[in-house]
Each structure stands twice: as structure tokens, then as C-alpha cells.
């Protein structure tokens, strides 16, 4: 069992940036792939990026790569989303989640709450 919490969302005007982390509690936190997806009203919740179980792979979605940095601290049970360059379509519940690993929500098991983002123009 692993239980997820988010925290870090708020509003920021474009160009800003934000941090995101997901504290986890549970065993298997090192074992298992971590992924942040979005959800903007009215669409499908995506993938945003991922990181393997030791940290030394991430993968991102096209619309943030180069702008958003996947990591990961397996002594304090957070994964961290850091997120530069923000721009209003980034604006969205952010979820934090554990499984697998790919890009479907399927994939996953274990699910945050959320965190609301939200970027001005």
C-alpha cells in the first residue's frame, strides 16, 4: 500500500514557476515508478513526466519538456515536480501517482489527491 499527498499548487502568473512534491508513506515507494499526470476541466487526465525507481530515468510529455524536472528522493519518500516557464494551458490539477510506470492511468495503482495549478496570462 502506498498512500500519496500533494502539496505546492497556487497560482502563478506565466512565466513563474512552481514546485510540486508528493510525500509517500508505505513500503514499496522505492519499488515503484512515480508519475505526475493533469487534469484541465474538461479533458482527459494526461501524462506529465515520470521517474524510475532509482531516480537515473525520466520521461516527459512533449508540452513540458525542457521547461518541467521530474525527481525523486527515495530516502524521504518525495517525489518533486519542478515547474519553469509556466504558461496558462499548464493550468490544471496535478496528480502524483504510483505503479508501473508508462504513460496510461491505468498503469497505476496508487493516486494523490491533487494539487490545483494555476497560471495567468
Known amino acids: 500500500q502506498v498512500q500519496l499527498v500533494e502539496s505546492g499548487g497556487g497560482l502563478v502568473q506565466a512565466g513563474g514557476s512552481l514546485r510540486l512534491s508528493c510525500a509517500a508513506s508505505?513500503?514499496?515507494?522505492?519499488?515503484?515508478?512515480m508519475t505526475w499526470f493533469r487534469q484541465a476541466p474538461g479533458k482527459e487526465r494526461e501524462f506529465v513526466a515520470a521517474?524510475?525507481?532509482?531516480?537515473?530515468?525520466?520521461s516527459y510529455a512533449a508540452s513540458v519538456k525542457g521547461r518541467f524536472t521530474i525527481s525523486r528522493d527515495n530516502g524521504k519518500n518525495t517525489v518533486f515536480l519542478q515547474m519553469n516557464s509556466l504558461k496558462p494551458e499548464d493550468t490544471a490539477v496535478y496528480y502524483c501517482?504510483?505503479?508501473?510506470?508508462?504513460?496510461?492511468?491505468?498503469?497505476?495503482?496508487?493516486w494523490g489527491q491533487g494539487t490545483q495549478v494555476t497560471v495567468s496570462s
Open positions: 501517482a504510483a505503479g508501473q510506470g508508462g504513460v496510461g492511468v491505468k498503469n497505476y495503482a496508487y
Open positions: 508505505g513500503r514499496t515507494f522505492s519499488t515503484a515508478v
Open positions: 521517474i524510475n525507481r532509482s531516480g537515473g530515468s525520466t
